[in-house]
């Protein structure tokens, strides 16, 4: 395992972007190439930052607070009367727990929920807000942040992919410009 993979396995993986990069494994290479400050992690905490001191032998800083609290943040809820089924919510997930299709009711599986709060700003009506768990509900572990987020982005990659070859056979087929004929 390379020291990078080392870093993100001691990450929380909700990819909330919240330490200030693209997720958690571009914070573990920001880490090792580019210096970055181990205490840039709320949802890991302290005991995160610690976990990190102690495999690169840094000094285990405060948690930054210009990066967020290290609370659970709770879960998403979609206000179902203001919900317009616009979609826009739906990429944004990095863990796929928001269900629905285009001009349908959208919702939250709240076990699936990590609280990393990229939905809220994709909403165009602010019909997303965040509300504390259930109680004995707990956060997904890091294993299935983990798991849900690869799926996640295959399927992005999968559909880009698709929808540029759709486009390439669109254009093939085309008829030429008036002028060209
Ligand atoms: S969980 Fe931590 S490392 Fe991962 S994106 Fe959020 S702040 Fe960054
Ligand atoms: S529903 Fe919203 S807050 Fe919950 S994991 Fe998805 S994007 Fe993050
Ligand atoms: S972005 Fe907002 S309005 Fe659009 S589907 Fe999601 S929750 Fe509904």
């Known amino acids: 395992m390379t020291l990078i993979e080392q870093i993100d396995a001691l990450l929380p993986q909700t990819q909330c972007t919240r330490c200030g990069y693209d997720g958690c494994l571009p914070y573990a290479s920001a880490i090792v190439r580019e210096g970055a400050a181990i205490n840039r992690c709320p949802p890991g905490g302290q005991p995160g930052v610690e976990a990190l001191a102690a495999l690169l032998g840094r ?22 009367q203001a919900c317009i089924g616009c979609a826009r919510c739906l990429p944004v997930c990095p863990v796929d727990a928001i269900i629905g ?31 504390p768990r259930v109680v004995g509900q707990a956060a997904p572990s890091a294993a299935d942040n983990r798991g849900r987020y690869l799926r ?13 070859a759709l486009l390439a056979a669109r254009k093939r087929t085309a008829p030429p410009p008036a002028a060209a004929r």
């Open 101 to 131: 299709a285009a001009r349908f009711l959208h919702t939250v599986y709240e076990a699936d929920c990590n609280g990393c709060e990229l939905c809220i700003a994709s909403c165009p009506v602010d019909c997303i807000h965040m509300r």
């Open 59 to 80: 000094e285990p800083l405060p948690l930054d607070p210009a990066c967020g609290s290290d609370e659970d943040a709770g879960v998403a809820w979609i206000d179902p």
């Open 152 to 164: 996640h982005r295959d399927r992005m990659r999968r559909e880009a992919s698709e929808r540029s």
